[in-house]
């Protein structure tokens, strides 16, 4: 299918969203894949009845993991464009128009999500921190390094291609990119906290920052 976009969403007992989800995002994409990273819920089935492709961890392997296998599978059924986004309903999948725009003259784009009253003062902080982390090691300057939202070209895969199993793999990516000397760019997005926020963690932070100095000198 020419200029084929996939969208992978990775997800673990996301029951209460997926569905929604899956059919907003089928507006935007050719395939939406659903990687069901052991969920204990029926998120699997679901995700089927709203039209997704789902392939299933039966542990809990991480969001790096499981992403990972979406965009393989995806490649391997010819993607030209992949897009993540979460399985939560956080994000609006009408914003998938905007990364397509700008991946025309790009190689991968991220999601800025817009600062309000509702996004957690921890998030505030910690993408901060991470932020300039990753200018000062990567030179790569990314306002949100660590919104779930992005999109890119399945030509760089290889380049940007991560190790991380767990959250760190978003961080990872932006290292990769700085490091090839990557085309990037980001686009403001809409985010709706309607649970209790479940990403990434002071301690997750933490790991992400050692995680991203070994990747300095390891590589």
């Known amino acids: 299918m020419k200029n084929s976009t996939y969208a992978v969403i990775a997800a673990k007992n996301e029951a209460k969203h997926i569905s929604a989800v899956v059919k ?43 992403t990972k296998t979406g965009c393989e599978y995806a490649i391997s059924k010819g993607a030209e464009t992949i897009v993540f986004l979460d399985a939560d309903g956080q994000h609006e999948p009408k914003d998938i128009i905007k990364f397509k725009e700008k991946l025309k003259e790009k190689d991968i784009v991220f999601g800025i999500r817009k600062r309000n009253k509702h996004m957690p003062a921890v998030l505030k902080l910690g993408n901060w921190f991470l932020n300039k982390a990753a200018n000062s090691l990567y030179g790569i300057d990314v306002p949100d390094t660590q919104c779930g939202f992005r999109a890119f070209k399945t030509k760089i895969y290889k380049k940007i291609r991560w190790k991380s199993p767990d959250y760190s793999m978003e961080s990872e990516m932006i290292a990769n990119v700085g490091k090839k000397r990557l085309k990037y760019s980001f686009v403001p997005i809409s985010t709706i906290y309607s649970d209790r926020y479940k990403g990434t963690t002071i301690i997750d932070g933490a790991k992400i920052v050692v995680d991203m100095v070994w990747w300095k000198l390891s590589r």
């Open 24 to 66: 907003d995002t089928k507006k935007y994409v050719n395939k939406v894949i659903v990687v069901d990273d052991g969920s204990s819920d029926n998120t699997s089935e679901k995700a089927k009845e709203a039209g997704a492709i789902v392939l299933q961890h039966l542990v809990n392997l991480g969001k790096g993991a499981a």
